[in-house]
């Protein structure tokens, strides 16, 4: 999931283009770390917070097994470097399903298979629009021959076979209207994989993240309009369709660019689409309060049951990026920070998952009802307090580093670390995340809330709450 320069990469979504029934969401399980919860833990996890469709990166053992009669539907994926052998040889497919499919279900309820991901992307040094080892001209083949296998075991109709396709594999995105497939990869690879999902009743798999196109063109897009939030929004000069928001117009993008290689009835689902709580320097948006904003208005937008301008009757299906933030994916630092939960089980910031918990907090209809500040054993504001800001601790790091940073904000950087000594008006709680947070806000109200204040090496952020209890004297 590199993160794309190319501007308005656009994305889709949909898995029915008739139906007006609410969309689901589903959370993809990335397990690029060394020190995430066992995958019974999490099976739990998605339990408790009413999650019910999961989507894997492999088909590891230990996890499909957790699975097994959770309830929990789940897609599971072929790797890349699988994809050739899948290609050439159907006894080797007849093997990996029986293996890593039959072998599961129905008590673990797979639902898909992802043959690949990002397939067709380019490389970074080749002028043709294929990865290094040529893998996508086995992709199609791989696909066949997955559900051939999956046909003799009777499974075919009940286990859908798709590919997650990378948003560069769009000539055209922008307006939405002009959404166009690249000209070399149409003959040879998008024409048939979409006869493909046609025949096989399957759907597309497409990875979104406005994230990109917002920190590639900060100074033309809104950051309302990427976040889901009130906009004046973009009129479509082609079709004369208005969008409130861009993912919206990636997604029209999208049906566009299938609409002119007449795959109008193939559905769409995002595999993939998240923002950053965490990013490098130029990394712009990457924050705990606009991955809030996007995730926990992503999922209001998705269980609503509205389609798209182009397509009002599709509903959305949704997988967000991530469970947990990864802390061994390479790249910059955004990659290991899409998570909605620390690997503790903490939630890195509170939005609602489900129809329930939308409902519950529908009276402030463009922005997150619940903290977005992650407190540990404390309760946090529901009440809004418009134009103030205060700052606070992270919770993913390291207990040294938090340290250090509190160091600095009581000694080096002025904050008033007073209230915060044994015996004093906000000792209590008594945690170095509590304490941390108090100094950080005080160094951060000091310094007017000038951008760049709350940062302190990455152990703190903005937020637009205040914690109830640590910072209610500030």
């Not at 890195?348 to 519950?360: F, G, K, Q, S």
């Not at 160091?407 to 008033?416: F, L, P, T, V």
Request: glycine share 6%.
């Amino acid at each position: 999931m590199p993160p794309l320069a190319f501007p308005f990469f656009l994305l889709l979504i949909s898995l029915s283009a008739s139906s007006s029934e609410a969309g689901s969401i589903g959370i993809n399980y990335g397990r690029v770390a060394n020190d995430l919860p066992t995958p019974a833990k999490v099976v739990e996890l998605l339990k408790t917070q009413g999650l019910n469709r999961v989507k894997l990166y492999d088909t590891e053992a230990t996890v499909l097994s957790a699975f097994a009669n959770s309830g929990i539907k789940v897609v599971v994926a072929m790797p890349n470097e699988l994809l050739s052998n899948a290609a050439a040889d159907k006894s080797f497919t007849d093997a990996w399903v029986q293996a890593n499919i039959s072998k599961y279900y129905p008590a673990t309820q797979i639902e898909a298979i992802a043959v690949g991901n990002e397939v067709l992307k380019p490389s970074l040094w080749a002028t043709v629009f294929v990865d290094p080892n040529n893998t996508t001209k086995f992709l199609v083949p791989a696909m066949k021959n997955v559900h051939a296998s999956l046909a003799k075991q009777n499974l075919h109709t009940a286990i859908k076979v798709s590919s997650p396709l990378a948003l560069s594999a769009l000539q055209s995105s922008f307006p939405a209207s002009s959404g166009s497939f690249k000209a070399e990869l149409v003959e040879p690879v998008i024409k048939p994989l979409l006869e493909f999902l046609r025949q096989t009743g399957s759907y597309l798999m497409l990875n979104a993240y406005p994230f990109f196109a917002y920190a590639a063109n900060a100074d033309k897009i809104s950051l309302d309009y990427a976040l889901f939030k009130e906009n004046a929004g973009v009129v479509d000069s082609g079709n004369g369709l208005k969008y409130s928001n861009l993912l919206d117009a990636q997604i029209d993008a999208v049906f566009a660019a299938m609409s002119a290689l007449q795959y109008d009835d193939v559905g769409v689902a995002v595999s993939e689409t998240g923002w950053p709580s965490v990013g490098d320097s130029n990394e712009v948006g990457a924050s705990p309060e606009n991955a809030a904003s996007y995730n926990g208005n992503l999922v209001k937008r998705v269980l609503s049951g509205s389609g798209t301008p182009l397509k009002p009757n599709a509903s959305l299906d949704v997988f967000l990026f991530a469970l947990f933030n990864e802390n061994q994916k390479t790249g910059p630092t955004s990659e290991r920070n899409y998570g909605l939960f620390y690997p503790s089980e903490k939630k890195v910031y509170d939005i609602p998952l489900t129809a329930e918990e939308v409902n519950a907090s529908s009276s402030t209809p463009s922005a997150v009802q619940k903290s977005q500040v992650p407190v540990s054993g404390g309760e946090a504001s529901t009440t809004s307090s418009s134009g103030q800001t205060w700052c606070v601790a992270s919770g993913g790091y390291s207990e040294e580093k938090l340290k250090d940073a509190l160091d600095y904000a009581c000694g080096e950087g002025g904050a008033d670390c007073t209230p915060i000594q044994p015996g004093a008006t906000c000792y209590n709680p008594n945690t170095l995340e509590a304490h941390a947070s108090y100094a950080f806000n005080s160094y951060y109200q000091k310094k007017a809330r000038a951008s760049g204040t709350c940062n302190f090496g990455g152990a703190a952020y903005v937020v637009t709450q205040p914690p109830s209890k640590f910072l209610s004297k500030v």
